[in-house]
């Protein structure tokens, strides 16, 4: 495909210039994102290639205005609970971006059970107002929920 990807020797973007002593991860929730999407690989759901299409496969506008880990899209899974759920249902099927990611947490899907604490990995996913709310909705307006590990899956 030719995308903002493949831009090695495209005039107008200068030199590549090397960030000395560059760490592997520049924020802890790079490391996690990273974690998360080692952990869906392991699902079989998941692979390098669905992983790097979903980064490559970005507007290049959208593309080169964010970093690695940014690009990591997940969707929220389409579930319909008996019990408690955080997940609001507007999102559940919808394609979103982890955004930031805030350790673990009581689950209260569990907890609310007297199931226990079963602590989750929560994450802020960013959801554009067009993908919950039809091309219609003003292309400006974005969404963004806490949601927990097990409400995500990848967005293939």
């Known amino acids: 495909m030719n995308g903002a990807q493949d831009m090695g020797g495209v005039h107008g973007f200068g030199a590549v210039v090397a960030e000395s002593d ?27 290639d669905a992983s790097r299409f979903a980064r490559e496969n970005r507007p290049p506008d959208e593309y080169l205005d964010k970093s690695y880990y940014e690009i990591d899209r997940v969707r929220a899974r389409n579930m319909n609970p008996l019990t408690h759920t955080r997940l609001p249902r507007y999102v559940r099927g919808r394609v979103g971006t982890i955004t930031a990611t805030h350790g673990c947490h009581v689950f209260p899907d ?23 709310w039809g091309l219609d909705a003003d292309a400006t307006l974005a969404v963004s929920v806490d949601a927990f590990e097990p409400y995500m899956e990848p967005a293939l």
Not at 114 to 129: C, I, K, R
Request: glycine share 10%; net charge negative.
């Open 22 to 48: 560059e760490p592997v991860f520049h924020a802890d929730w790079e490391r996690r994102v990273f974690a998360l999407t080692l952990a869906m690989g392991a699902t079989g759901e998941w692979d390098l």
């Open 110 to 132: 569990t907890n609310a059970h007297g199931l226990g604490e079963e602590p989750q990995w929560l994450y802020t996913v960013s959801f554009d107002g067009r993908e919950l």
